[in-house]
């Protein structure tokens, strides 16, 4: 939309120019014709940009946002913190949201008889799991 009022504003400097300044003159009806066209485009794209503009400041608010912010938040957790309380942290956040990010940070589980014997993340660390024999 930027680049179409740009053109249109060009096309009226143009026009001003070609009424203004040119040898074969056109009528000052045509001209104020083409102007009047030109002008309420340019008022069209402008109004426009700014019901853009007013949706783009509201989606701040939309639940994409929210998510990214909360994945955000999420990632710090866990890079900041060596003891997280990972049942609690799980309660107090959605679920889709915790799934999605454990699919973005980890590749691959390993289970070995029923238990989780490694993690395999994304950036290839593996962390394998001890079990004490019973």
Known sequence: ????KEKHERALKRLNDLYLYS???MSEKDYLLQKKNISD???EINLKLKEHHNKSSRSIYDSSFL????YFVLN???MNKK???YKKLIM???KQLVKDFINTVIDKIYI???RVSAIKFKNGIVHEFIYKSS
Do not use: C, H, L, S
């Open 1 to 4: 939309m930027k680049r179409d």
């Open 76 to 78: 710090n957790e866990f």
């Open 67 to 70: 998510k990214a912010a909360t």
């Open 41 to 43: 485009k340019i008022e």
């Open 92 to 94: 107090n956040t959605d």
């Open 83 to 85: 003891n997280i309380n």
């Open 112 to 114: 070995d008889e029923g």
């Open 23 to 25: 040898d074969d003159a």
